[in-house]
């Protein structure tokens, strides 16, 4: 599984922008995606997945009601939909796919500055 991430760039606080995860290879594998960020020095944070059959989606507390997962199967691509961003959102962003056959992949990581 190949994940290439597009979208990112330099926005103002209040904000918003959507990350494309452009997803693949064996794309019918994959039963659950994600999406992480990381402050520098800091470990990824796991802030939203969808389980890709089911659609259901979780967030983390922080992103909750201001970030939207989603995938367009037809198009093989995960989006991230984020609104209302603050200079506290971390500024590097990576997609995540599992595969049962091929385990987890990673996208090359977006940067997503947020000016105040």
């Known amino acids: 599984v190949l994940l290439v991430e597009s979208g990112g760039g330099l926005v103002q606080a209040g904000g918003s922008l959507r990350l494309s995860c452009a997803i693949s290879?064996?794309?019918?594998?994959?039963?659950?995606m994600g999406w992480y960020r990381q402050v520098p020095g800091k470990r990824r944070e796991l802030i939203a997945t969808i389980i890709t059959n089911r659609g259901t989606t979780n967030y983390v507390d922080s992103v909750k009601g201001r970030f939207t997962i989603s995938r367009d199967n037809a198009k093989n691509t995960m989006y991230l939909q984020m609104n209302n961003l603050t200079p506290e959102d971390p500024d590097v962003y990576y997609c995540?796919?599992?595969?049962?056959?091929?385990?987890?992949?990673w996208g090359q990581g977006t940067k997503l500055p947020v000016s105040s």
């Open positions: 290879g064996s794309t019918s594998s994959i039963n659950v």
């Open positions: 995540n796919a599992q595969s049962l056959l091929t385990g987890g992949s």
